[in-house]
Structure formats: C-alpha cells, structure tokens
Nanobody
C-alpha cells in the first residue's frame, strides 16, 4: 500500500543547490510526520530531516542551515531544498514516514563535485 517515489537528484558542483521531491501514496502527509534519509557511500542509511503534520521541522546537525524540508499536503508531496552543497553530501536520498518506516523507494542519487 505505502509507496514512495523520489526524484530531483543529479550532479552538482560544491556550493550549488538542488531540490528533491518525494511523491507519496498510501500515507497522508496531512496527518503523518514525514522524513528524509540518506545513505552515504559504504555507510548505513541515516536520518537527516523530519516535518510534522502541522509543519514544524527538525534537521540533523550535519545539514542544519543548508537543507530545508517542506511539503504540499494537497499534492501529498515532500520536498528537500538543498543549498551550499558539499562533496560529503554525496549520497542516495530517500523519503519515508517518520514513524516506523518499513518500505523504501529507490531513492535519488545526489553527487556533489569539487
């Protein structure tokens, strides 16, 4: 039932920006907390940002001040605005329900070059 389709990734130079999108089905963003995760090369998947149903958000220290999580309830779509990107941000980015994530989408690759 629950499904996530991430998009918007690509190759960008250090200091640049990207906006990721996540189309969700089987879970209503209007009443559920949602989150972004990423998996760095050779590392485990890690949490980076959460947005509550009411709109308040929290981000990991590693991306604070650079990444902003937002959503469009009507479109049931989650966004991640990424700015001042660094090479260490290179990873596959995923979206999911914040509470008890079980199924995962394919993710979208973000590569930051020097």
């Amino acid at each position: 039932q629950m499904r996530f389709v991430e998009s918007g990734g690509g190759l960008v130079q250090a200091g640049g920006s990207l906006r990721l999108s996540c189309s969700a089905s089987g879970v209503a963003l209007r009443i559920n907390a949602m989150a972004w995760y990423r998996q760095l090369p050779g590392k485990e998947r890690e949490w980076i940002a959460t947005i509550q149903s009411g709109g308040s958000s929290n981000v990991a220290d590693s991306v604070k001040g650079r990444f902003t999580i937002s959503k469009d309830n009507a479109a049931n779509t989650l966004f991640l605005q990424m700015s001042n990107l660094k090479p260490e941000d290179t990873a596959v980015y995923y979206c999911n329900r914040d509470v008890s994530p079980v199924v995962w989408g394919q993710g979208t690759q973000v590569t930051v070059a020097l």
